[in-house]
């Protein structure tokens, strides 16, 4: 439906901007009449539909687009609403059932089961990765106690939402502040998941809700039309039926879609390539994880997936969307599931159910394992995955990245994904039922305040306004190298040189850094040039002293200082000392005056202040942007002092790597252990690899040596903040077991070999004995004995 | 949980039996050798004074000198310390073993599975060495045919004590037999996890019997008559 259509007469008269906004009762009543139909329809069809008849196939969906307001969308019209996946699928599919399912429902769809990977709010400015659930997990916030609303959650993770849930908030959830008018809501994204195109694009999604165009993106994601203008930059009393801004075609540019008309028929019908079941790359939009330090090609894929199996195969579900996930004692956090039949051991060992039904083993060709060898106690207390799942144990836990938590699978030209949160694996937990499970784990971080003896993490704005440039080290230098950019004739690309590191200001505004293997001059950061991999000088070597040899450098001094003092919050005017001579603009015109001091061999570039030359970069920013080069690490222990003392009261600290940071009495930073800092982990259950790289192939020193990867590993606390203060635990502790018995028991295995022959030596002698006994009790029953004596 | 209640039935059973037949030998003792079938009260009232004294520190110590007195006699020199090995690797192995697998739904792990290990091949080297030295005593048949007791089997009552005790050597060898390659089988890369299960079974099964036949054994051996 047009959105212009449904102004009245009067209104496209007087070409009045907002109709609906002058009719609200009208608007309402439409509305009120659209709903109860689509209810009706729903109602009275969905028993029907639901119920399967026993085709195997799917039905073709060429069906007609309806908006949200359940009107038909006609592509032809001039800026139609998108497409309201309630309504279009509403005719067959019970969108109030499937909004109950797991991915829509959040904590509606029960206690949460089994904790799985949390919302990761990460702030890379200040440091802050603080695990969000409104489940009741171990080490999870829950959103409200953050402060952070339905808006909110939105915003910052619906990139990876399916719709639905806090992205579908009712009236009564709207809190002031948000802006749902403008955004309109992410229904359930039914097509995220069911479209079995190759345009079903993430990344438009991704993209549509950073612009807030909430209610565009699932229309735009699908590739059902192409989507313009940003909701963000919209005034909050914006409505969709307001339409285009005749005042702004460039930056406040209203969203609308101009829907790809191929895709439609004669009758408006369109096209839409629906998968029963969807492709595996649906998940993995939101679902992947991979070592940070594996290259694509390297990746193997899951067992199951190598197979042909879909990961719907086993994570399935009936039209409520209840999603089995497949872990054992699902079947207990949720009786209507029958998540029993699909866990690893249902199908490759089959079994009864708690419902008393047998389990046929073999489930789509699953193989029955052997595990001949591995004594019986292993597969009471250890779960499947132990053995079979993620990467093997190493000495130090492998760092993973995931799509919703390092914000993976979302391309363009802004880079979306982010190093933090540094997220290990596997790291072997106990669950509930006291098995040992290998699990992925990730060190909150974020700044805080104490209450009580209890931490609760500041929101990044209140310590962002606090710190000030603290957080913001290559500020200084951005400011030069953007400056540079605009001097003229440089031929090359401003560098900042510290140490062996180059810097180049990169596309966000921030600095990458690269090794530096140009001339080296004292300890000073250097400001130079690359052209072609080679660097430069900014400025070339000259005697200051010679006018006839110093008309070119001085000309070149000249551009620089003119590009410097325009550098956008420049804490002055800029001044270049050449072996013992200032330069520097007077009234536009360089200005050379000899200085009395030693001359530097080197050219000194700064702000001129007090009378003296300052660095561009004084040495806190100098040294933090040193200790930060190369790293993912974004704060040093320097500026978590520095940012304590700003936000001023003593009972501020800040939490990294498994640790609480504090100032003492001293005003120096203090580490202790708290609670706030552990840990939060979600069990792992794929990838799976094959049989030949499980462990135990190659028998029981697999895990039980003294050099085991699987006791005596160990898991570092990672966390934003480059420190040598982190917490270590061993894989045995966070076992729950004791490591030197451990290391004991490992060592029994070296002289296991000589036992076991030890063992099969005495078994032969007792059975042979045991065989002559037999053999003269049977000659004495038989009385063969006595006949011959 | 079968093997919970098997166990618990049988060491009652077999305490009961063993009681039973003991109180039987006490009162006919006590009569001039004619056998009484007491009343169940008078029984009771018997196994509780039996059972007080086993409290007291002078039965222990009579115990214990019928024990090294028996053990003297049958393992003379260096071999009673085979006797020692096998008496001490049998004494923590069931202790260990039952204990766990009667109250400890896991099952065994950390410093008392090490210790069941270790127990459990010095157990393996005790047995093979009481066959080899004590299995021909056992074998001959040349039991003390005259001790004919109705307290030696309540089944076979003319078995003597000899015999039963000679039979239950054997049983015991079989059992232990059964134990080592079982123990020996599931460390080996050859048996299937329903192998292993079922490995594990028999081991338990077969430490119960011994555990049964070493009770009876030693209520034959160590603890004396009545005094007549």
Redesign the interface.
């Known amino acids: 439906m047009n959105m212009f259509s449904r102004r009245c007469g009067s209104c496209r008269r007087s070409g009045a901007g907002a109709p609906d906004r002058r009719h609200p009762r009208l608007r309402l009543a439409v509305q009120l009449v659209a709903s109860l139909l689509a209810i009706t329809l729903t109602a009275s069809s969905s028993s029907d539909t639901q119920k399967w008849a026993g085709s195997r196939i799917s039905p073709v969906h060429q069906i007609p687009l309806k908006d949200e307001l359940n009107q038909p969308i006609v592509p032809t019209e001039s800026n139609p609403l998108p497409f309201s996946a309630r309504y279009t699928c509403a005719p067959c599919h019970h969108y109030d059932v499937i909004k109950k399912g797991l991915h829509f429902a959040g904590p509606a769809s029960g206690a949460g089961g089994r904790p799985g990977e949390p919302w990761i709010w990460l702030d890379e400015r200040t440091g802050t990765q603080i695990p969000v659930s409104a489940h009741p997990w171990k080490g999870v916030w829950d959103p409200a106690r953050l402060g952070l609303s339905d808006w909110d959650l939105t915003l910052l993770f619906g990139r990876h939402m399916p719709g639905g849930g806090a992205a579908e908030p009712s009236d009564k959830d709207m809190t002031p502040g948000s802006r749902w008018g403008v955004s309109g809501k992410i229904e359930i994204n039914c097509l995220g998941c069911h479209n079995a195109s190759r345009r079903q694009n993430p990344s438009e999604w991704a993209k549509q809700v950073l612009r807030e165009n909430f209610r565009w993106a699932a229309t735009a994601a699908a590739g059902l039309g192409e989507v313009g203008g940003i909701s963000s930059r919209l005034r909050p009393t914006w409505d969709v039926f307001d339409g285009p801004n005749p005042d702004d075609s460039e930056w406040a540019v209203a969203p609308s879609v101009k829907y790809d008309r191929t895709l439609f028929d004669s009758k408006h019908r369109a096209f839409l390539d629906i998968a029963y079941k969807p492709d595996d790359a649906r998940c993995l939009a939101c679902h992947s994880t991979a070592p940070v330090a594996q290259r694509k090609f390297e990746a193997e894929d899951d067992v199951h997936s190598a197979a042909g199996i879909k990961c719907v195969s086993c994570h399935r579900h009936d039209v409520s969307h209840a999603m089995v996930r497949g872990y054992e004692g699902e079947a207990a956090d949720d009786p209507a599931l029958l998540s029993e039949d699909f866990t690893c051991k249902a199908c490759h060992?089959g079994g009864v159910s708690s419902k008393g039904e047998k389990i046929p083993a073999g489930r789509l060709g699953a193989p029955y394992?052997?595990?001949?060898?591995?004594?019986?106690?292993h597969?009471?207390?250890l779960a499947c995955t132990v053995c079979h799942s993620g990467p093997a144990p190493a000495k130090e836990t492998t760092r993973v990245r995931t799509s919703r938590a390092n914000r993976l699978g979302i391309f363009g030209v802004a880079d979306w994904a982010t190093p933090l949160p540094a997220i290990q694996e596997p790291v072997y937990l106990r669950d509930k039922n006291?098995r040992l499970t290998p699990n992925r784990m990730m060190w909150p971080a974020f700044w805080g305040e104490t209450k009580d003896g209890k931490v609760s993490p500041l929101a990044p704005d209140k310590v962002l306004t606090a710190a000030g440039d603290i957080l913001f080290p290559e500020k200084a230098a951005t400011r030069v190298l953007a400056a540079l950019l605009n001097v003229a004739d440089l031929e090359g690309t401003p560098i900042l040189v510290i140490g062996e590191t180059a810097f180049e200001m990169n596309v966000d505004g921030g600095l990458t850094a690269s090794p530096y293997d140009g001339e080296k001059i004292g300890g000073e950061p250097i400001w130079a040039v690359r052209k072609d991999g080679k660097f430069s000088a900014l400025l070339p070597t000259f005697d200051p002293a010679n006018a006839e040899t110093s008309a070119d450098p001085e000309a070149r001094i000249q551009k620089i200082l003119e590009a410097l003092n325009a550098a956008e919050g420049a804490p002055g005017k800029a001044g270049i000392q050449v072996k013992g001579y200032l330069y520097r603009l007077v009234d536009n015109a360089l200005d050379k005056s000899e200085k009395k001091e030693a001359a530097d061999a080197a050219p000194r570039f700064g702000w001129l202040k007090d009378g003296g030359l300052m660095p561009f970069i004084p040495e806190p920013e100098r040294k933090a942007i040193s200790a930060l080069a190369g790293s993912d690490q974004t704060l040093t222990e320097d500026q978590v002092s520095g940012v304590l003392k700003a936000l001023g009261r003593a009972d501020h600290v800040y939490v990294s790597g498994g640790v609480l940071f504090r100032l003492n009495d001293k005003g120096a930073l203090a580490a202790e252990t708290n609670a706030a800092a552990d840990p939060v982990a979600w069990p792992l259950a794929h990838q799976v690899r094959p049989a030949r790289q499980a462990l135990g192939v190659n028998?029981c020193t697999d895990c039980h040596s003294p050099t085991s990867n699987f006791f005596f590993g160990r898991v570092r606390g990672a966390g934003p903040l480059k420190t040598e203060t982190v917490t270590t635990r061993s894989a045995s502790s966070t076992m729950g077991l004791?490591k030197p018995?451990q290391l004991?028991?490992g060592l029994?295995f070296t002289a296991?070999p000589a036992?076991?022959m030890?063992?099969?030596a005495?078994?032969a002698?007792?059975?042979a004995?045991?065989l002559?006994?037999g053999l003269?009790?049977l000659g004495?029953f038989a009385g063969l004995i006595e006949k011959r004596s | 949980m079968l093997f919970i209640v098997i166990t618990a039935a049988t060491l009652l059973g077999v305490i009961f039996i063993r009681t039973r037949l003991r109180y039987a030998e006490a009162s006919a003792a006590g009569t001039n050798g004619t056998e009484t079938t007491a009343p169940p009260l008078t029984y009771g009232r018997w196994l509780s004074a039996r059972v007080k004294a086993l409290a007291a520190r002078d039965t222990w110590k009579k115990a214990w000198k019928a024990l090294v007195a028996w053990a003297t006699a049958h393992y003379p020199g260096w071999t009673k310390w085979i006797f020692a090995a096998f008496g001490a690797s049998l004494a923590y192995l069931a202790a260990s073993g039952i204990f766990y697998a009667v109250f400890i739904p896991?099952?065994m792990?950390?410093?008392p599975?090490?210790g069941h290990?270790a127990f459990?091949?010095l157990f393996?080297?005790a047995?093979?060495g009481l066959?080899?030295w004590r299995?021909r005593a056992?074998?001959s048949?040349r039991g003390s045919a005259g001790s004919v007791s109705g307290s030696a089997c309540p089944v076979f009552r003319n078995l003597s004590k000899d015999t039963l005790r000679a039979a239950l050597f054997?049983a015991i060898?079989?059992c232990?037999?059964v134990l080592?390659?079982t123990?020996?089988g599931?460390?080996?890369?050859?048996?299937?996890?329903d192998a292993?299960?079922t490995?594990?079974g028999i081991h338990r099964y077969a430490a119960l019997g011994i555990v049964l036949g070493a009770i009876v054994f030693a209520d034959l051996t160590f603890i004396p008559p009545p005094k007549t």
């Open positions: 060992l394992p052997l595990h001949k060898g591995i004594p019986a106690a597969f009471d207390r006291n028998g004791v018995y004991l028991f029994t296991r036992f076991k030890f063992l099969a005495a078994a002698l007792i059975g004995l045991l002559i006994a003269v009790a004495r | 896991r099952g792990s950390g410093f599975l090490l290990m459990g091949g393996a080297a047995l093979a066959l080899l299995g056992y074998a048949g054997w060898a079989a232990g037999f080592i390659t123990a020996l599931s460390m080996l890369p050859l048996f299937a996890f292993q299960r490995l594990i």
